[in-house]
């Protein structure tokens, strides 16, 4: 009873240790967003609860950094590419469960040899083509959106994720509808499609939340701060308030509300699917 | 047909820039931009021998060394804790995950506020008597505050992944530990550890394949100082390539990481998931 009593006691111990240190971060930058300019933000012993408690810091970067556009950026450029790699994959990966053509194989192992090549590696050439095919802000907001979605549009573990789903689908169901004159474009959409929906919010999300927080690629397109994505406006915060923490530590936490939001609605799919998409890399 | 549009981007936004990286490695920028001459391993041999270059890699690797252990063993901890069925679990495990889902951006911003030199970690060590240190500003330690902040990043997805593989943990076996009366930690010990150690080894290479491309953490908190000694090859190349248009060293830069990557990755889909990419 007494060892039952332990062990449940240190668990609750770890964990709540470990929720602490995963919030500390973010509790700190707020506690030092909501503190007034009379208080001392580097005050020896640190003051968590404000004692000239304000919300001046922000409104005040509110009013100096266009958070809606940057929300608006991010949201375009995270939504399409979530629609094109949920079209894209699902569409690829029908032949690669299905069908036996020629050249399946060759496809197949085209698709498995883009997973070991880090986009890191390749940046410099994506940007040389990206350049040459005018997708970038300098031509045009719509090119420059195209320029941030296009390299992520489609993606071989989204490929391999559908195609494992499809291969789940028992084959009977195709037979019977494709036997009832059903095309092979309807199969897909209407049978295929509707029964690895589950697969399908898997790869949204994790899509979603993958281009929410990118950053290395807009930071080497966008030049036009019309454009420029959350991560990216949130890093700027840096340069413009250099020593004001107030402003950057209200900024940041500005910024990161709409994801813990989407976060906290979807957390039933994060905890199952990861284990389907997990090894994302 | 179904498979074109998909083939498409992925021969324009990988394929092509797969093999561009390789033929720019070969090719000489630095006389004039626009018409660059042949150079064969000349690029190469100014990139090895460049010293800059040597420390890129020697952080590269230190960093590595210092993430992956930890990111391999202590998230096991971590799940093997949230493996219960106790109160509260789903809270623990949502604030846990939420440091995975936070752009990197931010959590860059918020460590290096906790870095500052009059800071709240510096007065944590004066609290327990050692005195503060440039977390970020000290070549000893700058390498060291990065890491930790990819390892904060890193728990909640490893646990995740831990976690859904304790599920397959028969447990019958547990069953069996207990009526040889052994003791929580050697219960893990011989049945938890012994089952999870194709998942050990992916999160292994999974981290190590992660660890290589750092970038942001970088970029956001220390751009490669102080002294270069949080430049790693990724920040590297992107300083060459965006910053100094030295075209040339950036993809030669680019090619190693490409082939110690593809090792990793071969590793990988060979040994740990197969299952997934089998024909």
Redesign the interface.
Known sequence: MIRKFL??FT??L???T??FL??F??I??IS?ALKGNSENI?A???VFIPKDLTFENFTGVWHQIPFLLYFLNSFIVAAFTVILNL???S??A???ARMNFKGR?F??C???A?????F??????????VLKLHLVDSYGLTLGYLGLI??F??N?FG??LMR?AFLAVPKEMEEAAFIDGCSVFNI?RKILLPLTSPTLAVLAIFTF?GS??E??WP??VLTNKALYT??VG??D??GMFSAN?RF??AG?II??IP??I???LM?KH??SG??EG??K? | MFILPALILLVIFFFIPFFYTIILSFKDYSTDIYNPVFAGFSNYVTLLKSKEFYSTLLNTFLFLLMVVPFLAVFPLVVAIFINQKIRGINLYKVLIYLPVVVSIVVVAIAFKWLYAQEGILNYFLECIGINSIGWLTDTRFALFSVALVTIYKGIGYYMMIYLSALIGVPKDLYEAADVDGANEFVKHLTVTIPHLMPTIALVVTVSSISALKVFAEIYVMTKGGPLNSTKTIVYYIYERAFENLDLSMASAASVVLLIVIMLFSIINITFFENKRYKL
């Open positions: 062990k449940g668990s609750h770890f964990l709540i470990m929720s995963s919030l971060p973010f700190w930058l030092t580097f020896y012993p640190p079209i894209f994959s569409l690829a029908y032949p690669l194989n496809i197949f085209l698709v498995l883009t997973i070991m090549i880090p890191q590696a390749i940046m410099l050439p994506v940007y040389l083509i296009l390299p549009a489609v071989a490929i391999f494992q897909w939340i929410w927080g950053f290395l930071s080497i959350l991560p949130v890093n915060l840096q923490w950057i530590a940041s910024s990161i994801i813990i989407f976060f906290i957390q994060f905890v990861q284990t997990a090894v890399g």
